[in-house]
Nanobody, 120 residues
């Protein structure tokens, strides 16, 4: 069973930093892509940053220059460094991983989410 384990959320003042970690287990292969999404209360889940296997990260405009997505120190891990946090960054952050299927398409896997709260 594939599991994504997230850690690193918390409460921080505006302008502060947090680092989120996501590690996948239960899979011998590498994920084809990994990403972080977030969901604020009353809003839809949105993509924050994503990275394909061997590719460069992409970011939503609102976090460019503040967030950095990188590969972890082992396969199927990603790290999201968040600097210059703003109150509007508050939400539940979810790790996502995609695995290509043999006959086309992708399977999506999700972590349980980690809360990030930025106070003004």
């Amino acid at each position: 069973q594939v599991v994504l384990a997230e850690s690193g959320g918390g409460l921080v003042q505006a302008g502060g930093s947090l680092t989120l970690f996501c590690a996948g287990s239960g899979l011998l292969a590498n994920f084809d892509a990994m990403a972080w999404y977030r969901q604020a209360p009353g809003k839809q889940r949105e993509l924050v940053a994503e990275m394909s296997l061997g590719g460069a990260p992409n970011y939503v405009d609102s976090v460019k220059g503040r967030f950095t997505l990188s590969s972890g120190d082992a396969k199927n891990k990603v790290v999201l460094r968040m600097d210059g946090l703003r109150p509007e960054d508050t939400g539940t952050y979810y790790c996502n991983a995609k695995l290509r299927q043999v006959f086309g398409g992708f399977n999506d896997y999700w972590g349980q989410g980690t809360q990030v709260t930025v106070s003004s």
